[in-house]
């Protein structure tokens, strides 16, 4: 009875091939084209749209890139940056950039700092106090669960594939049949390295805050006399800048000779002029 029921789907897939003997062109068991002449093992595997990976949703928690920044003026900027930096380990923060300018007239740090997104807030608050006199601060909140789990899910579905494809790839018998199968794995195994590298970014991004942490410092103005030059120096100096002004005034004279020119003509000619009008009289 066993042999029956066996031998009934095999008589019906036999009825159901082409009368001309010719095979038809193979879907991807997966859902890729360009599979062919594939054994029936193979072409029995799931369609990809139909590996989805199960999710727990109530595992779903919201997840934020939370960022802010600071920028405060400060009497003792010396003293103000060592306490910053003694405060940061207490709340697992550290200084990821540091950039120091310095003018005759400030002194500036500029700090980016990331901290635990759990202890964002303690930290923000303690450096508000610590600051002097705060002239701008704000914080922004970025909503990335709907990405962060779509990613999340998205590679499950990948590594699921990519398992079919190595149980595929084991049950191959021709050549051909492995070698597509190893193009296809290969695409599906660049995609999950595509897909991670950006989940793990986000990740990153998420468990992290950022904290652009600005300070400076106006330094007091100072004459230092030691630099201006003596008396004999000036009096060297003022004869040097008169005979360049001398040097100066002549050249320009000198470049415009045609005006001279048109001048004297000018001359000339009115004289003539009047004489003509002398003897008409």
């Known amino acids: 009875m066993k042999s029956l029921f066996l031998l009934i789907p095999t008589m019906f897939f036999l009825m159901c091939e082409s009368p001309s003997g010719e095979e038809r062109p193979m879907e991807d068991p997966t859902g890729y084209s360009d599979f062919s002449e594939m054994t029936p093992e193979l072409k029995s595997a799931p ?16 997840k934020n890139i939370k960022t802010g920044g600071m920028t405060f003026k400060s009497d003792d900027i010396d003293a103000d940056y060592k306490k910053i930096l003694a405060l940061l380990p207490g709340f697992k923060a550290y200084v990821e950039n540091e950039n120091q300018t310095k003018s005759e007239q400030r002194i500036q740090y500029d700090l980016t700092i990331r901290v635990p997104s759990d202890r964002y807030d303690s930290l923000y608050n303690s450096l508000s106090n610590l600051a002097g006199r705060v002239e701008h601060k704000y914080t922004n909140v970025q909503d990335v669960t709907e990405r962060y789990y779509d990613l999340q899910t998205r590679i499950k579905n990948k590594q699921v594939l990519e398992q079919r494809y190595i149980e595929l790839l084991a049950k191959a018998a021709e050549v051909k049949d492995m070698l597509e199968i190893e193009r296809q794995l290969n695409e599906v195994r660049t995609e999950i390295e595509s897909l991670q590298g ?12 950022t904290l652009q942490l600005s300070f400076y410092e106006i330094l007091p103005y100072t004459y230092e006399d030691s630099q201006r030059p003596g008396f004999g120096n000036r009096i060297l100096s003022a004869l040097s800048n008169g005979w360049k002004g001398l040097q100066v005034f002549v050249l320009g004279l000198v470049t415009i000779w045609p005006l001279y020119v048109l001048v004297a003509f000018g001359i000339l000619l009115f004289i003539v002029i009047r004489k003509q009008v002398k003897k008409r009289r």
């Open 198 to 209: 950006q989940f793990n970014y986000l990740s990153q991004q998420v468990s992290l805050s």
């Open 47 to 62: 369609r990809a749209e139909s590996i989805q990976a199960t999710e727990d949703a109530t595992a779903i928690t919201k």
